[in-house]
């Protein structure tokens, strides 16, 4: 994990970051780092790359740099049934009133500081539906059963540009 102060470590840039946000200390919030395990461990080919961010909100901002497409995936509570995954823009989440929690920057702030940086990256969000955040490393029953067809969205997402785009502009 890169630090927020200093250079940025060399790394061949990548067409696609997919980055999590998460506290795995407080159980469902933790979903967006249990996604990014399950997708390390899938071949991604070489211009996707998969990025913990945690809850350090400027670490975002660099995981952000060179990338044309982010997929942001988190906790991301609606009131829909938990283990729900939802697919959506930066924007309709902003409009929702539902962006993931950072420490200390919001997730539009973190797009637009990147976009500063560099080309703003075209970007996603795919939440799942928390059942419980509270102290705890586990996630909910309701829950851990998205982890493997959250990460099969995402794949699919990246495989698919023009539904990406599409995604994109809900």
Known sequence: MPSAIGPLPDREPAGT?????????????????????????????PKVRVADAGMRGLDLVFELQGAGRVVIVCALQTGASPGTIHVMS?????ALGRTPSLSGLE???????????????????????????APGR??????????????????????DPAAFRRATRD
Do not use: N, W
């Open 17 to 45: 970051v997919v980055v999590a946000i998460g506290d795995e200390a407080m159980r469902d919030h933790g979903i967006g780092p249990a996604i990014a395990r399950e997708l390390s461990r899938r071949d991604l080919g």
């Open 107 to 133: 997730l539009a702030d973190a797009l637009e500081m990147a976009g500063l940086l560099g080309e703003r990256p075209e970007a996603l969000i795919l939440g799942v539906e928390p059942s419980e955040i």
């Open 90 to 94: 930066p924007a309709t989440a902003v």
């Open 138 to 159: 586990a996630l909910s029953p309701a829950v851990a059963p998205a982890i493997g067809p959250a990460a099969d969205r995402v794949l699919a997402l990246i495989a």
